[in-house]
């Protein structure tokens, strides 16, 4: 499995947006996917988990209420839909997926995308 993330932007606080990876392979299904961001100067964290099947996620303390993680199967595309945005959002955030159940732990991950800039302004 290969995977792209997209939808990046610069968004004023308490605007939307809305992520896509894309992935390739024909094990997608298979695998469970994340969400992770990587602010400058800080450590990767993880944002949310969805499992193979799109029935059970976790998010990030920080994110939930606000975030939501999906997945389409058919189309082999994950989302994160981002509302009520604050500036501490800001990162660079990356898709990653790993064979077997969801995980908090970046390690765990064996695929990653290439990051895509989310910027919120105050």
């Known amino acids: 499995v290969q995977l792209q993330a997209s939808g990046g932007g610069l968004v004023q606080a308490g605007g939307s947006l809305r992520l896509s990876c894309a992935a390739s392979?024909?094990?997608?299904?298979?695998?469970?996917l994340g969400w992770f961001r990587q602010a400058p100067g800080k450590d990767r964290e993880f944002v949310a988990t969805?499992?193979?099947?799109?029935?059970?996620?976790w998010y990030a303390d920080s994110v939930k209420g606000r975030f939501t993680v999906s997945r389409d199967n058919v189309k082999n595309m994950m989302y994160l839909q981002m509302n009520n945005l604050k500036p501490e959002d800001t990162a660079v955030y990356y898709c990653?997926?790993?064979?077997?159940?969801?995980?908090?732990?970046?390690?765990?991950?064996?695929?990653w995308g290439q990051g895509t800039q989310v910027t919120v302004s105050s």
């Open positions: 969805i499992s193979w099947s799109g029935a059970n996620f």
């Open positions: 392979g024909r094990t997608f299904d298979t695998y469970a």
């Open positions: 990653a997926g790993r064979k077997g159940g969801r995980s908090w732990f970046s390690n765990e991950y064996e695929v």
